[in-house]
C-alpha cells in the first residue's frame, strides 16, 4: 500500500490519497480544538491514542455487524479506510443531557434521555455546525429520507453496543458524535469514535475523560484519554 497526495486537512486528522482508487489513509494529528478552533493546542501522542481507540471501536462495531469505512489500522498514527462520500450531517446521540443542549433548553446535566434523543447537525465549519431537523437535510438536499432513515437505525445501534460495552468497562457513554458516507451505493460509518467525539464519564466517580478536559481545564487531555483505553482494554 503506497501512501499518495494530501486529498484533506481537517482539524485532527488528514486524509491521504493511496495507490488504490478505493482506499485512503487517515493520519491522526496530535492538534486539539475547541470552541470552533478559538482554543488549540499540540498535545504530544493525542493522535497515536485516538488512532488506537477508534480502530479499537470500529473492530467491536464490525464484529456486531456494523457497516464501516474502516479497514485496518495501518501504524501508531495511520488507519487505512474505504474512500467514501461524506454526507455533511452529523448525527449525535444523546443518553444523559451534557454540553450544548444544556445550554440551548435548560435541560439538567445528567438527565437521562429514554428512549436516546437523536440530533443533527449541519457539518459547516464557518456557519458553526448548527443544530438542523430532517426537514432542513430534505430541502438543503443533503441526503435521502431513506439515507436519513439508515443513519438514525444505525446510529441507535451503534449506542446499544458501545453504550452496554462500555458500561461493563466502567464508562458512562454520555453522548457522541457520528459522521456517515456513501459507498457503493450504501451508508456506512466513517470519520472516527474516539474520545475526540464522545463525552465519556467514569462510571463510579463521575470523572470526564473525554475532550471536556481540554474544553474546560478540567485535568490533563491525554491522562484522561489514558485511562478510557485502559478501561477499554480491562486494565483497571
Not at 493522535?47 to 495501518?74: D, M, Q, R, V, W
Amino acid at each position: 500500500m503506497e501512501k499518495k497526495e494530501k486529498l484533506y486537512e481537517g482539524k485532527a486528522k488528514i486524509i491521504y490519497a493511496t495507490d488504490e482508487p478505493d482506499k485512503v489513509i487517515m493520519y491522526f494529528k496530535d492538534s486539539a480544538t475547541a470552541f470552533d478552533a478559538v482554543k488549540k493546542a499540540q498535545i504530544e501522542g493525542k493522535g497515536i491514542i485516538n488512532n488506537t481507540i477508534a480502530s479499537f471501536f470500529f473492530e467491536l462495531l464490525k464484529e456486531k455487524g456494523i457497516p464501516t469505512h474502516y479497514i485496518k489500522k495501518l501504524s501508531d498514527r495511520e488507519m487505512l479506510t474505504y474512500k467514501v462520500e461524506i454526507i455533511p450531517v452529523e448525527v449525535v446521540v444523546r443518553n444523559l443531557a451534557a454540553g450544548s443542549i444544556v445550554k440551548r433548553l435548560g435541560i439538567p446535566e445528567r438527565t437521562p434521555f429514554d428512549p436516546p434523543l437523536v440530533e443533527f447537525y449541519l457539518k459547516n465549519d464557518e456557519l458553526h455546525d448548527p443544530i438542523i431537523c430532517e426537514q432542513h437535510i430534505y430541502a438543503m438536499k443533503l441526503a435521502k429520507p431513506e439515507e436519513v432513515k439508515k443513519m438514525k437505525e444505525l446510529a441507535l445501534k451503534i449506542n446499544d453496543i458501545l453504550k452496554e460495552f462500555m458500561d461493563k468497562h466502567g464508562i458512562i457513554l454520555v453522548d457522541f458524535k457520528l459522521e456517515f458516507g456513501r459507498k457503493d451505493g450504501e451508508i456506512v460509518l466513517a470519520d472516527e469514535i474516539s474520545p475526540d467525539t464522545c463525552r465519556l464519564w467514569d462510571k463510579e466517580t463521575g470523572e470526564k475523560l473525554d475532550k471536556d478536559r481540554f474544553r474546560f481545564d478540567l485535568g490533563d487531555l491525554m491522562e484522561g484519554y489514558e485511562k478510557v483505553l485502559k478501561k477499554l482494554k480491562g486494565e483497571n
